[in-house]
């Protein structure tokens, strides 16, 4: 893996609202924290979200854990 990768945990998995997944929540988070900012335009990067092995998203449902998000460049 090229570059440096960061890790980001979202915060205490709050009670899901319907068809409201928490890697969504995450990913605002993710977009709202500036770990974007020193990203190079036109760079190709990889973003992992990483789930728990109970999250509801395994089964059909929403996703209800705390995943974690892992952002690098591709290459």
């Given at each position: 893996m090229k570059g440096n990768a960061l890790l980001i945990r979202t915060g205490q998995a709050p009670a899901v609202e319907a068809k409201q997944h928490n890697y969504s929540r995450g990913l605002e988070e993710l977009l709202t924290s500036g770990a974007?900012?020193?990203?190079?335009?036109?760079?190709?990067y990889?973003?992992?979200?990483?789930?728990g092995?109970?999250?509801?998203?395994?089964?059909?449902?929403v996703?209800?854990?705390?995943?974690?998000?892992?952002l690098a460049?591709?290459?």
């Open positions: 974007f900012d020193g990203l190079q335009k036109g760079g190709v990889r973003l992992e979200v990483r789930h092995e109970a999250c509801g998203l395994f089964a059909g449902g996703c209800d854990c705390q995943p974690a998000f892992s460049e591709a290459g």
